[in-house]
């Protein structure tokens, strides 16, 4: 159902020449915002931004923050 929703409002956007995209991150289930240049086709910004992605997916899957580069000390 919320893939249904996305892709609606994708097909709406592009119907009136927006320059955003909604997706699904497969890692983390969040919904994702990209902002593009509409002339250029470039990526202006990207919501929530792809390192924090990262960390979403890795605290879902049960890796923690091990992946990313920090340690656990007490």
Known sequence: MLEQVVESINDYLQ????ALE??????????????RDAERDEVIRQIPPEHALK?????RDGTGIS???????A
């Open 15 to 18: 119907a009136n020449q927006r």
């Open 22 to 35: 909604f997706s699904l991150d497969d890692g983390s289930g969040q919904v994702v915002v990209t902002v």
């Open 55 to 59: 960390l979403m997916a890795q605290m």
């Open 67 to 73: 992946g990313i580069g920090l340690t656990e000390e």
